[in-house]
């Protein structure tokens, strides 16, 4: 049965350099060798590209055209080249790391660690966008929207943003592979009770690993790309808002200013 320990890392390999053992846990572990297999994939899927796209190109362009559309879509183009890149490893990452199930192997999400790595990296892109396109002075003022008495509101939404996208992830992700083996044991018991041989265990997990290790990694990673594009709205609708008014009201001008003046 899973025990408390599962919370946190595993740790599954020591490294000794002289009179310091360096812990290497099983998520760092299947991290790395996530970041290494889809950096290969990534080069593999973007070599030799061709004008008129067939095969593996358009798979890729197919699925950046897709990430693109959907930052587009919810961010506006004018953000659409400085965010679809983290938004589409966001998509890739996540869903890779929670579906670690599928091939035997406990999902990196169900490490609260890397849950909260993934959350901090998401606050500190919003941090950067409320500050790349309000400035300093803008992102200040607007913690005081749109009233003053809110600055310590937005303060706790700010500082519980990383925590409940980490906690968000992992509680659905550790959830499933909890319910994943808590349904093994009991077809163990169940298959006990004809022969000693578990074949329940063997067959009737299938549709719970088609589920919680292909569909449910597939909705939270949408989940934690939405929640993290939809605050970085948030972060940039200030300037949003700003440029929107200035552009309303060169417009106007343009509209009061007698023609004799524009000629």
């Not at 309000?134 to 990383?162: D, R, S, V, W």
């Not at 417009?251 to 004799?260: G, S």
Request: net charge neutral; aromatic share 14%.
């Amino acid at each position: 049965m899973i025990d408390i320990n599962e919370l946190g890392a595993r740790f599954i390999l020591g490294i000794t350099i002289g009179d310091m053992t360096i812990k290497v846990s099983e998520s760092a572990l299947f991290c790395l060798i996530a970041a290494v297999i889809l950096a290969i994939l990534g080069i593999w899927m973007g070599s030799g590209l061709k004008k008129i796209p067939k095969g593996k190109q358009i798979i890729a362009e197919s699925t950046v055209k897709w990430v693109y559309d959907y930052t587009e879509k919810n961010l506006g183009a004018a953000y659409t080249e400085t965010f679809a890149p983290y938004v589409g490893t966001v998509f890739v990452f996540v869903f890779v790391a929670s579906a670690f199930g599928l091939f035997g192997f406990r999902p990196i999400t169900a490490d609260i660690n890397v849950t909260g790595g993934l959350a901090i990296m998401s606050f500190l892109v919003i941090q950067f966008g409320s500050l790349r396109y309000n400035g300093f002075l803008g992102a200040i003022k607007e913690l005081f929207e749109p009233y003053p008495f809110m600055f310590p509101i937005h303060i706790i939404e700010k500082i519980t943003l990383p925590i409940t996208l980490a906690l968000r992830l992992f509680g659905n992700i550790f959830g499933g592979m909890l319910v994943i083996e808590l349904w093994m044991h009991f077809m163990e018991f169940l298959s006990n009770k004809i022969t000693t041989i578990p074949f329940l265990r063997a067959v009737l997990v299938i549709p719970l690993n088609g589920f919680f290790d292909i569909f449910e990694p597939a909705i939270q990673t949408y989940i934690f790309a939405m929640l993290t594009v939809m605050n970085l709205k948030l972060a940039i609708a200030t300037h949003e808002s700003t440029d929107n008014l200035r552009k309303k009201d060169m417009t106007n001008a343009k509209r009061l200013t007698p023609k004799a003046f524009e000629d």
